[in-house]
């Protein structure tokens, strides 16, 4: 039987077929789909994790109990799984164990362009990259059976693209695998120096086993054309590769990204005139091409940066001029804007109100940078907005001028070390946390606050409050504030800005789009009392918009949270 299936969702049937047993992860686009269809199996333990580091750790350990596991991220996320990624190369698994890995060429919901493929090279793992949900699902029920062969972890490179499309996928049955028996290995799995330095001759054989493997191996595929043009391709660019070139090429399709077979790719280059290699992002297959002594276009030709398709091939290697439809009218702008009703728009008019310098976080109260909120000074990465403001604050003292958003979420994720941080280094830095009951930006994941698990079972109801106290700051200055009572709001913010110990202040309102948060009946403008002043529109709802001179609030959208009444000094919003 087929059915179509995302990538992602191919991937957990791939997951299912295969027989696991555990799969933890954090949630990122775009992976975060792997986990949530996994889950939907009642064979398969699925959870979240509080950051991809943990659900690593998590799937490594029921790895090395006998049962096959995976764990996924973005890409991203994989930095913070690195520490365990690098050191599991030397340890090598129980039972199958695959780590699901998603970039984002084209940075569509990321902070950075990222090739996973470098990670693979580095921690001399072997990695595979589907072109299609079917491959998606066959490569990853294949790789469980050749991580347990070669004794090593099998990592998965998806892109956006290949994790977001659909396609026809074949089901099977699940393969029921036994729980493997546990063998206490000191020596393999304990990695002190005298046991890690001999593991790392077991990593140095394997690779070589695994590039002989590559030769042959049933992710790889040549398809001869008898054309003189050979374009050695992987993932989504294959699909690009063969709508633009069709027969005239032939094509070294790579499935196993790392490592490459020198003797596959010489064969394949000595039947071709010209060689062309296609990959997005970095050119880590062309270098090892040119390592080989071949002449091949690449990236001197093809862009670094962003995401390809079908016409920038054309483009860049027919010469044909780009297919860009103009249209007749030019269409406005349409910046993102937080959600109507969004509990972090009165936080953020706030701040701005109050000339402060704000260091932000990852999640979609970063959009609190654009205007006309405009309040965020800068965004890193996951829990970096409490670090960073400390050292901010210990080289200018910008203490009663600054403070740190963080989420909910993303505190559990990796902030509450950078809190820890000022409380032991004598800080006293205000950290905001924004706490709308969920993990928003990823689509309403649960997390270890909101007193669920991925299954959507009870779990123990962990208290953010508590947790700031346990980290060291001091009761009185733990504030609960109401986001969208910006008065209050304001009061509480001076009050701890001006106190010289460290301070956090929770500004508690449920997301707006949360299944049973009430919403209120919609607001309305008295056209009468309403003067036209624009002061409704300074909080960027995007309920709000002006017609003609006076300002005008879409009731299909409105959830009445009320901050545009209470930014209208004539009352003219009721």
Not at 284 to 309: H, M, Y
Not at 350 to 359: A, E, H
Not at 392 to 409: C, L, M, W, Y
Request: net charge negative; charged share 25%.
């Amino acid at each position: 039987m087929k059915k179509i299936m995302l990538g992602n969702e191919a991937v957990a049937r791939g997951l299912y077929e295969a027989g696991v047993r555990f799969v933890s992860s954090y949630p990122g686009t775009p992976s975060t789909e792997i986990t949530e269809f996994a889950a939907k199996y009642d064979e398969i333990y699925a959870e979240w994790a509080p950051n991809e580091k943990v659900a690593f750790e998590a799937a490594l350990g029921a790895s090395v109990g006998g049962g096959r596991a995976f764990c996924g991220m973005k890409h991203v996320g994989l930095n913070v799984a690195a520490d365990p990624l690098f050191v599991t190369a030397y340890t090598g698994v129980g039972a199958g164990f695959v780590i699901g890995v998603a970039d984002d060429p084209g940075m569509h919901s990321s902070q950075n362009e990222q090739d996973s493929r470098h990670y693979a090279v580095a921690a001399k793992l072997p990695m595979v990259e589907p072109a299609d949900s079917a491959e998606c699902k066959e490569f990853t029920r294949l790789a469980y059976e050749f991580s347990e062969k070669f004794d090593t972890p099998f990592m998965l490179r998806l892109t956006t693209r290949v994790s977001h499309s659909s396609q026809p996928v074949e089901m099977l049955d699940r393969e029921e695998i036994p729980v493997k028996e546990y063998k206490k290995e000191a020596a393999k799995h304990v990695m002190m120096p005298a046991n890690a330095k001999k593991r790392h001759y077991a990593v140095e054989d394997r690779l070589r086993s695994l590039e002989e493997f590559a030769y042959d191996c049933p992710f790889n595929r040549i398809e001869d054309n008898g054309a003189e043009i050979g374009i050695i391709t992987a993932g989504n660019c294959y699909n690009y590769a063969r709508e633009v070139f069709g027969d005239s090429a032939s094509y070294l399709k790579l499935g196993l990204v790392n490592p490459l077979s020198a003797k596959l790719i010489s064969e394949f280059a000595e039947g071709v005139k010209q060689i062309i290699v296609i990959e997005e992002l970095d050119g880590v297959i062309e270098a090892f091409c040119r390592s080989l002594g071949l002449c091949v276009t690449g990236k001197d030709v093809l862009p670094l940066c962003g995401e390809f398709s079908q016409s920038l091939l054309r483009e860049k290697l027919l010469c044909e001029e780009p297919d860009n439809t103009v249209l007749a009218d030019e269409i406005p702008a349409r910046p993102p804007v937080l959600c109507p009703g969004c509990p972090h728009r009165g936080v953020f008019y706030t701040l701005k109100k109050m000339g402060l310098t704000v260091s932000g976080d990852i999640g979609c109260y970063t959009l609190g940078a654009v205007p006309p909120l405009d309040s965020m000074d800068s965004v890193y990465c996951m829990g970096a907005s409490i670090s960073s403001l400390h050292g901010f604050n210990k080289v200018r003292g910008d203490e009663k001028k600054t403070v740190a958003v963080i989420g909910d979420s993303t505190f559990m994720h990796s902030g509450m070390t950078g809190l820890v941080n000022i409380v032991y280094n004598g800080g006293t830095s205000t950290v905001i946390i924004l706490d709308n009951r969920i993990t928003g930006m990823t689509g309403h994941q649960q997390n270890p606050l909101t007193g669920l698990t991925l299954k959507n079972t009870p779990a123990p109801y962990i208290c953010l409050e508590d947790i700031c106290a346990g980290l060291g700051v001091a009761r009185e200055h733990i504030r609960v504030v109401d986001p969208a009572h910006m008065k209050e709001l304001e009061a509480v913010l001076r009050e701890e800005l001006s106190a010289d110990c460290p301070s956090v202040i929770i500004a508690r309102r449920p997301c707006a789009l949360l299944k049973g948060v009430e919403r209120k009946p919609a607001l309305t403008v008295d056209a009468d009392k309403c003067v036209g002043c624009r002061s409704c529109m300074k909080i960027g709802c995007p309920c709000i918009s002006i017609d003609g001179k006076k300002a005008k609030i879409d009731a299909s959208m409105c959830v009445g949270c009320g901050l545009c009444k209470d930014m209208c000094a004539l009352g003219a919003i009721n």
